[in-house]
């Protein structure tokens, strides 16, 4: 008889859940992300999507063994608090996952930082799993970043060593960022920037952007594709930005691999030829070339490294 486990990965914009089946995915649903309305607001209904995805696929109270659950913001996974949040699940501070999860099904438990969890799933399950030395990036509603060094994941004094590189600063004296840092490549280059930046641009009334319902990366991807010249503009900087993040990134780990992920990543075939070009003519390594490769599992890595994490306890 088999195990079955559910990865949760609590987006910004999006919840996903995950079931698995020992390590395989078999099944999952993403619902919209409450992150305004708080982690309170939310837990009734991922309680609910849970139930019905036991329900939907016949797992019973035997079978089912345990959560995995990725936070986006800090996480002390050993005694599963959530340390600090960033303008997301800002109620979450002082509540307890691991009691909620206890009342309701008295199952294993475990939780870490999102792109932690994210970067487990690359590296055991999908495009870093050729490397013991790996950075993952994951470009979403903020940036993501974790780090696998020397064959172990890198969690640090405080609980955050790798995960912060979305607040590297690419641009010493640039925008305030919900952190308190100026110039972070995620006050620049993420979805909930980029949005702020393209609406408070000069040219923001004359570029075809200002029709489109939603300002993301797939709607700018789309008027550049159309020649408007300011979706141009800002997908040349965001590239630049996530190219010097990624220096950064390579400086301060010594990866052999970079993976990034995120829904950036649809467009991979077009976007990691320009990351690569711009990283390779600035970044130190003399042994050679880091590779940089798309994420293979996109919004699944967070569910499989949750599952990964919970089972093997790392
Ligand atoms: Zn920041």
């Known amino acids: 008889m088999n195990d079955f486990f559910v990865g949760i990965d609590l987006g910004g914009t999006r919840v996903k859940l995950g079931l698995m089946k020992e390590d395989a995915l078999i099944d999952k649903k993403i ?147 919900n952190c308190g840092n100026r110039g972070c490549v995620e006050t620049y280059a993420s979805t909930w920037a980029l949005k702020e930046r393209i609406e408070q641009h000069k040219n923001f009334d004359k570029s075809s952007l200002s029709n489109v319902p939603v300002i993301d990366f797939e709607t700018l991807f789309t008027e550049a594709d159309n020649n408007d010249a300011l979706a141009i503009e800002f997908k040349n900087d965001c590239i630049e930005l996530w190219s010097a993040a990624v220096v950064n990134l390579i400086h301060a780990y010594d990866p052999e691999v970079v993976v990034i992920g995120g829904g950036v990543m649809q467009r991979h075939e077009e976007l990691i030829p320009l990351i690569k070009s711009k990283v390779h003519q600035h970044a130190w390594t003399p042994w050679g070339k880091v590779d940089i490769r798309a994420s293979t599992l996109l919004a699944d890595a967070g569910l499989y490294g949750a599952v990964y994490c919970l089972q093997h306890k790392i």
């Open 31 to 177: 619902i919209p992300a409450l992150a305004q309305q708080g982690l309170a607001a939310s837990l009734p209904v991922i309680k609910n999507d849970i139930e019905s995805l036991l329900q939907a696929n016949n797992i019973g109270k035997k079978r089912f063994k345990g959560i995995g659950f990725g936070f986006p913001g800090l996480v002390d996974p050993q005694s599963n608090k959530i340390l600090s949040t960033n303008a997301k699940y800002d109620d979450a501070l002082n509540m307890r996952v691991d009691d909620w999860v206890k009342e309701n099904w008295n199952v294993d438990f475990f939780m870490d930082n999102d792109a932690r969890l994210a970067a487990v799933g690359e590296w055991k399950f999908g495009a870093g799993k050729s490397t013991n030395d790996l950075v993952v990036m994951t470009i979403g509603t903020g940036i993501g970043t974790s780090v696998i060094t020397e064959g172990k994941l890198l969690r640090g004094k405080h609980f955050q060593a790798g995960c912060l590189g979305g607040h590297i600063s690419v641009v010493y004296n640039g925008r305030m960022c």
